[in-house]
């Protein structure tokens, strides 16, 4: 383990690079490296940690701000907090096109090896390397609370306490249930986005229309293509992206603005390939995929003309120039039979503190099943608000977190 301190105003930064197996049941096997960054308050060097578990998969984790604000000051109050570069991204050993030379099958197998459960299992090794036997708490936000669940399955003794704010996920469910829920959602929300801005119902379809018969290439090269487009829906499940969405349409199409602004578009895929090509095996309790948003879509999506979230199909994987090195891979995981990520007898007789914030127009973790879940986790304390998007906890960390702290506390 290497560590580099860093003091910043109203922070210490304690920066990590942790070595653990690529494998966890092969240990002495190929090694890879996870990044952590300590944020501590200058005087709170010595409160207990607080591992910050970030939405995804494939994302790094949040970088603080100097001094810090938001969810992160309300925290520090009363923890250190650990944020974790996800195996695979940021500082930690980067996927990005998997294995060069490698086959498709080889960079499936590698590939198999970044979901929530070797997460945890990195978690643990990092929290025996910093504190021995003494737990922890967690904050995981989306799928960090995914991970939050598969934590509280395999690994509750390295857990004091649980946050989970928009992460409550089903356990032992089909992910053919989940993605017919969230198209059900996603229509919702793009009618209650037409009827605040009815005018761009109109724009919509015509920008869609053209897409069909036109290639209208992006700054970065990449062709804007219809369903690259419809994956604008992922702004209206944040609370600020319905005026982003309604900014973008209200400029002339294809113009330069209209085409620099609509780059945005789901780019992360690109960045962080993990995220696309990892997605659905987020929902893949001991269970296959094959490809289920696509399956389960409803056709009215392309007849309305809505748009769609967070629903990853193969054409994808040749949209986007940046996923392209994961196409094959991407189609053999698909049929992957992926092991179980949550233990439902453990969880009913869970004894970890556990406090969740349920977000009630929650465009990616439905709340009908969020609740089912928390009733399946023994003591969990359940916060539902209408005042929030899925993002609440980055639109108003301190009341969020605060909130779930005084549940617990």
Do not use: C
């Amino acid at each position: 383990m290497t560590t580099v301190t860093h003091h910043v105003p109203g922070a210490t930064l304690v920066e990590r690079e942790h070595v653990v197996p690529l494998d966890h049941n092969k240990p002495d096997g190929p090694q890879i490296t996870v990044f952590t960054r300590e944020v501590a308050a200058p005087d709170g060097a010595d409160r207990p940690y607080l591992l910050f578990l970030q939405g995804g998969p494939g994302q790094e984790a949040t970088r603080p701000t100097a001094p810090p604000t938001l969810w992160m000051k309300r925290a520090l109050r009363d923890y250190r907090l650990l944020l974790l570069d996800q195996r695979g991204v940021g500082r930690s050993t980067p996927v990005g096109a998997t294995i060069p030379g490698a086959d498709a099958a080889a960079q499936a197998e590698y590939l198999t090896h970044f979901r929530a459960d070797s997460i945890v299992r990195d978690a643990e090794l990092i929290r025996a390397e910093l504190i021995g036997n003494e737990p922890w708490s967690v904050l995981g936000q989306s799928f960090g609370g995914f991970s939050s669940i598969t934590y509280l399955s395999i690994a509750p003794q390295g857990l004091r306490e649980a946050y989970i704010t928009g992460g409550l996920t089903p356990i032992g469910g089909s992910a053919d249930d989940v993605y017919a829920i969230t198209w059900q959602r996603v229509i919702a929300k793009s009618n209650a986005y037409f009827e605040r801005y009815p005018e761009d119902r109109s724009r919509a379809m015509e920008i869609f229309r053209r897409l069909e018969d036109e290639d209208v290439r992006l700054p970065g090269g990449d062709r804007l293509t219809v369903e690259r487009f419809r994956l604008g829906g992922l702004w209206l499940g944040m609370s600020d992206g319905w005026e982003k969405m309604h900014s973008l349409l209200e400029l002339p199409f294809p113009s330069t603005a209209f085409l620099w602004d609509a780059e945005p578009l789901a780019s992360n895929f690109a960045r962080n390939p993990l995220y696309a090509t990892l997605h659905e095996s987020s929902y893949a309790d001991g269970v296959a995929t094959r490809w289920s948003a696509a399956r389960t879509r409803p056709p009215e999506i392309s007849a309305e003309g809505y748009f769609a979230g967070e629903h990853m199909y193969r054409e994808m994987f040749q949209d986007y120039s940046g996923l392209r090195e994961h196409a094959a891979a991407a189609e053999i995981l698909a049929q992957h039979q992926w092991p179980r990520l949550y233990d439902a007898e453990v969880l009913r007789h869970n004894e970890v503190p556990v406090a969740a914030a349920v977000y009630t127009h929650d465009l990616y973790v439905d709340r009908d099943l969020s609740l089912e879940t928390a009733a399946a986790i023994r003591g969990t304390k359940v916060w539902e608000t209408d005042e929030f998007e899925h993002n609440g906890l980055r639109a108003d960390g301190e009341r969020v977190f605060g909130t779930l702290f005084d549940l617990l506390h």
